[in-house]
Nanobody, 116 residues
Framework: EVQLVGSGGGSVQPGGSTRLSCATT????????MYWVRQAPGKGPEWISG????????NYADTVKGRFTISRDNAKNTLYLQMNSLKPDDTAVYYC?????????WGQGTQVTIAS
């Protein structure tokens, strides 16, 4: 069974940092491209970052470029998102996503709230 379990986040002050993790089981993580998607209150989903299976290629949405860093540890089957210089507009539920040959799988979502 494919499982993605997100953790981290919480309430952070503007300008602060936090790191999200996504622990995975049930598929060959080292062969999967991985993504982070977020959904802010009242808005649709927004793709924010992706990383290739080996970690060599990363991509970011313009809204987070230069502030967020995606990474992965294939030995631990875990995906990360380091989030710096956080803004109130970054408030959202963050989902990790595995795009596999046999389907798309999602974590349960991790709330990140940016507030003073």
């Amino acid at each position: 069974e494919v499982q993605l379990v997100g953790s981290g986040g919480g309430s952070v002050q503007p300008g602060g940092s936090t790191r999200l993790s996504c622990a995975t089981t049930g598929f060959s993580f080292r062969r999967a491209d991985m993504y982070w998607v977020r959904q802010a209150p009242g808005k649709g989903p927004e793709w924010i970052s992706g990383i290739s299976s080996g970690g060599e290629i990363t991509n970011y949405a313009d809204t987070v470029k230069g502030r967020f860093t995606i990474s992965r540890d294939n030995a631990k089957n875990t995906l990360y998102l380091q989030m710096n210089s956080l803004k109130p507009d970054d408030t959202a539920v963050y989902y990790c996503n595995a795009h596999l040959v046999f389907g798309d799988y999602w974590g349960q979502g991790t709330q990140v709230t940016i507030a003073s």
